[in-house]
Structure formats: structure tokens, C-alpha cells
């Protein structure tokens, strides 16, 4: 069971290690994607489908920009072990 709560800008889960796991490797994956993206590849259905929609290549750049950024930032607030995360939302209210 995964629990989740906040408080001002910051995002705290209890996760049990197998979940926390699963949770970094899902995290290296979409990172793993956007970097193929930055990089020219245009061929993972899963990055075009986030991008449906908008228009002109300002709007995907801004897109992985922002889908990077928020990656590394979960991916940098996760510890090494454990099974509690505090995710700081960087100006979020």
C-alpha cells in the first residue's frame, strides 16, 4: 500500500521496498525516454503520445524540458534506502 500526503510544498509517500524499487526504475525509464527524445528519436509511442496535441516543436522542447526536469528532481529527492519519500514541489502550493 502506498501512502501519500503533503505539506506546503512538499509531497511525502510511504512505500514498501519492492514499491520503492518499482518506483526508481519507472522513474530511470521516462528519463531514459526523454533523453532518446532530446537526442532525435522520434519512434516511442509513449513520449509522441504525451505530446498529442501541441503544436510545433517549441511546445514538445518545452514539454521534455519540463518532463526532464521533474524527473530528475523525484529521482534526486528519492533516498538511496528506505521506504519514505519527501518530494519537494520547488515552488508548488
Not at 514498501?16 to 519507472?26: S, T, V, W, Y
Not at 532530446?38 to 514538445?60: I, K, M, N, Q, W
Not at 524540458?65 to 521506504?83: A, E, Q
Amino acid at each position: 500500500m502506498i501512502s501519500l500526503g503533503r505539506r506546503n510544498d512538499r509531497v511525502i509517500g510511504g512505500f514498501i521496498p519492492r514499491q520503492f524499487r518499482c518506483l526508481r526504475k519507472l522513474l530511470e525509464g521516462c528519463l531514459c525516454r526523454v533523453e532518446r527524445a532530446f537526442d532525435g528519436a522520434v519512434d516511442d509511442p509513449v513520449v509522441t503520445r504525451l505530446f498529442v496535441g501541441l503544436s510545433g516543436e517549441r511546445c514538445c522542447v518545452s514539454g521534455l524540458c519540463l518532463m526532464r526536469t521533474s524527473v530528475k528532481t523525484v529521482l534526486d529527492d528519492l533516498p538511496c534506502r528506505g521506504g519514505v519519500i519527501v518530494i519537494h514541489g520547488h515552488g508548488m502550493a
